[in-house]
């Protein structure tokens, strides 16, 4: 696995792992899995933007890029909240 992390200004960062093995082929296998996941949602520990790709049960590429302020920070609901 090759992988590396880090922050995107003050208030985000990025998480990126490419080409590691998630199950054997006796476990069964998944031919091509593209995800693609926005999760705004409060009850989370984050915002989160993550992609990923996997064919033939290896990850090609995952990538997340959060918000590194918790989601009880106030600069967090203000986003989530759009100013409302």
Known sequence: ????????????AIDA???YQVRTFTDGITFI???INLDLYRGDHKPSLNLTLEILNFIIFDV???NVHHVDDEFVYAILDDGQ
Do not use: H, R, V
């Not at 696995?1 to 985000?12: A, E, P």
């Open 64 to 66: 997340e890029i959060y």
């Open 17 to 19: 792992n490419f080409f």
């Open 1 to 12: 696995m090759i992988g590396f992390s880090f922050k995107l200004g003050k208030d985000y």
């Open 33 to 35: 899995a593209p995800e």
